[in-house]
């Protein structure tokens, strides 16, 4: 049976169903079924997922001939590591919003995944089983809706969009392992049976009073805000953050929800320590925050590459630069400077300078100050775009060229 026959039958099976899920939410939801660590037969996932049917001839039960084997393709997929989401599951580049409207097929599908994932005993799972399968729901739920992938990716959020839609596959893989081919389960204590019960469902309503007071202090950046966050940072290290639980959740902060406020308050000491000249200190805070997060969904690499320069740790740079090899603005600046201060007005500081001109045409005339920003700038932004260079000077851009002697004078010349 041809795919275009099998999608338009599972279609036509959908409408006959009492439930009518979107074609990319059963896509979606076959794969989660690969998920699972446990088999599930047809009679079991056919009511969660279309309801009832009301199937009346031959040839609409041949629609449910069509389903099944799209559900056998589906566990082809999972057997052969092709995880990739389908084609139409495309993540705008310009504008990563524009995906996740409710009618487009990226979010339909995640919200497949995550249906088929409640099926899951929450109670039967170890500590690794644990940390995967809340990885994956995080990247699965951040593309849900612009709501929640604005929360969830932050201040550089289309660069992390882009970056979780090309990790998805890791993560996806990472949880199909723990769970299906890993034989350390076993039932944990009530309080980790508590934290099971939650981890796929919506945030508690009693961390909204938390989300208020982070609001607050997360948007001041003098000296002065530094004594409530510590104050807030001592609560969170004498409850559930503590020496321990860093210990043992070391390498996957982010993915747990109860860290991320922390998180997000130790990267804003950072800022601040930085934002007023104390570079040493936030250098210091944000390599250990990329300890406890190496995948650095806070894009807190930025802020340090430039702390870096300005403290002339070349070295560290240069191991930063190998970890996070990406073709990004940040690592290409960086990478033009540290070049520039070694070999000076050469070729090789050159070759990084030409990329610089290639990667945004405003970053030179931005930093010369030959053309002007907004002072109101947006929470996203686009490859190439002058909002992009506002990003780079938020993170010390600007400091990071001034500390190197003659290097923007090199930038503006031709």
Do not use: C, V
């Given at each position: 049976m041809s795919p275009t026959k099998i999608r338009n039958n599972v279609i036509k099976l959908s409408e006959l169903s009492t439930k009518q899920p979107n074609y990319y939410f059963i896509q979606g939801y076959l794969m989660g079924l690969g998920v699972l660590p446990q088999l599930l037969v047809p009679s079991e996932w056919h009511p969660?997922?279309?309801?009832?049917?009301?199937?009346q001839n031959e040839t609409e039960l041949k629609y449910l001939e069509s389903l099944m084997a799209l559900y056998n393709q589906s566990m082809d997929k999972i057997i052969q590591n092709e995880l990739k989401m389908p084609a139409k599951c495309s993540l705008s580049k310009q504008d990563y919003r524009e995906s996740l409207k409710p009618n487009m097929p990226l979010p339909n599908y995640c919200k497949g995944v995550l249906q088929a994932l409640k099926n899951i005993n929450k109670r039967m799972l170890n500590t690794e089983q644990k940390r995967s399968i809340n990885s994956f729901t995080t990247v699965l739920k951040a593309f849900t809706s612009p709501k929640?992938?604005?929360?969830?990716?932050g201040e550089f959020a289309q660069y992390n969009a882009q970056e979780y839609k090309r990790n998805y596959v890791y993560f996806m893989a990472d949880a199909i392992f723990e769970l299906r081919f890993s034989n350390e389960r076993a039932v944990?204590?009530?309080n980790e049976a508590e934290f099971n019960n939650h981890f796929l469902d919506e945030e508690p309503k009693e961390l909204d009073e938390l989300d208020e007071l982070l609001e607050l202090v997360l948007a001041d950046t003098e000296l002065k805000a530094l004594e409530p966050m510590q104050m807030l940072l001592e609560i969170m290290e004498s409850g559930l953050i503590t020496k321990q639980f860093i210990k043992d959740n070391t390498g996957y902060f982010w993915g747990l929800h109860?860290?991320?406020?922390?998180m997000m308050l130790r990267a804003h000491r950072a800022k601040?320590?930085?934002?007023?000249?104390?570079?040493q200190k936030a250098q210091s805070e944000l390599e250990e925050l990329l300890k406890l997060n190496p995948n650095?969904?806070?894009a807190n690499r930025f802020l340090l590459m430039n702390c870096l320069i300005i403290n002339k740790q070349w070295e560290k740079l240069e191991a930063l630069l190998?970890?996070?090899?990406?073709?990004?603005?940040?690592?290409?600046?960086?990478?033009?400077?540290s070049a520039f201060v070694m070999h000076g007005d050469s070729k090789p500081a050159n070759?990084?300078?030409?990329?610089?001109?290639?990667?945004?045409k405003h970053f030179s005339k931005i930093l010369t100050g030959q053309e002007k920003l907004k002072e109101q700038q947006p929470s996203y932004f686009s490859p190439g775009s002058k909002e992009e260079v506002a990003v780079y000077l938020d993170s010390l851009g600007k400091q990071a060229w001034i500390s190197v002697p003659a290097s923007l004078f090199w930038l503006r010349k031709k």
């Open positions: 969660d997922l279309f309801g009832e049917f009301n199937i929640i992938a604005a929360k969830e990716f944990f204590d009530e109860e860290t991320r406020p922390y601040i320590h930085a934002l007023h000249g104390y570079t650095d969904n806070q190998a970890d996070f090899d990406f073709q990004e603005l940040h690592t290409t600046a960086s990478r033009a400077l070759e990084y300078k030409k990329m610089l001109q290639q990667q945004n």
